[in-house]
T-cell receptor, first 114, second 114 residues
Framework: GQQLNQSPQSMFIQEGEDVSMNCTSS?????WLWYKQDPGEGPVLLIALYKAGELTSNGRLTAQFGITRKDSFLNISASIPSDVGIYFC??????????????WGLGTSLAVNP | DVKVTQSSRYLVKRTGEKVFLECVQDMDHENMFWYRQDPGLGLRLIYF???????EKGDIPEGYSVSREKKERFSLILESASTNQTSMYLC?????????????FGSGTRLTVV
């Protein structure tokens, strides 16, 4: 199935640093979702975006729906050890019709050194 | 708080066994999904269901079947388990038919086939 290009694949940072990751698609999307998966758990929704240019924050997390509708960005400010996990982007195209499936990135694995 | 509950966190089964993975949601969601997650491959959709007794194949249905006899329960069946089905299995559900408000995931079942 179709997948999103998510980068970087992994990051190892120092506590307190800011983090940026992004997802790109070859086709336009009308929904972008960002999830976090803690070790040994299922993914949890962090932020949902529905309009081009939309910028949404959730605590230290900020995500943006790219103007081209083909990309999205997630930023984490002042990282802390509990930010460790895998971050996934997911989305839907406007051509999905009755297709309810989400398209997923492969994830960005984040490690934080205290 | 809404919940998706997977019956087992860890399972070890022998090659050739018939394996049932159970998922229950308490949110009255119509839509339920089964994914498997493997390192470097992200989340891959196995099967999904939009209603009781309805099922559709995802991207990797081979070797699996599903059952949805009640709205709240979606079962994944490995007819004859094989070692290449060793994986983390994630169940998810969503209310919106488009899935655009995101999925709620269970905590996952880590299955090892020996």
């Amino acid at each position: 199935g179709q997948q999103l290009n998510q980068s970087p694949q992994s990051m190892f940072i120092q506590e307190g640093e800011d983090v940026s990751m992004n997802c790109t698609s070859s086709s336009i999307f009308n929904t972008w979702l960002w999830y976090k998966q803690d070790p040994g758990e299922g993914p949890v929704l962090l932020i949902a975006l529905y309009k081009a240019g939309e910028l949404t924050s959730n605590g230290r997390l900020t995500a943006q729906f790219g103007i081209t509708r083909k990309d999205s960005f997630l930023n984490i400010s002042a990282s802390i050890p509990s930010d460790v996990g895998i971050y996934f982007c997911a989305g839907r195209t406007p051509f999905a019709g009755n297709n309810r499936k989400l398209i997923w990135g492969l994830g960005t694995s984040l490690a934080v050194n205290p | 708080d809404v919940k998706v509950t997977q019956s087992s966190r860890y399972l070890v089964k022998r090659t050739g066994e018939k394996v049932f993975l159970e998922c229950v949601q308490d949110m009255d969601h119509e839509n339920m999904f089964w994914y498997r997650q493997d390192p470097g491959l992200g989340l891959r959709l196995i099967y999904f269901s939009y209603d009781v007794k309805m099922k559709e194949k995802g991207d990797i249905p081979e070797g699996y079947s599903v059952s949805r006899e009640k709205k709240e329960r979606f079962s994944l069946i490995l007819e004859s388990a094989s070692t290449n089905q060793t994986s983390m299995y994630l169940c998810a559900s969503t209310l919106m038919r488009s899935g655009s408000h995101g999925y709620t995931f269970g905590s996952g079942t880590r299955l090892t086939v020996v």
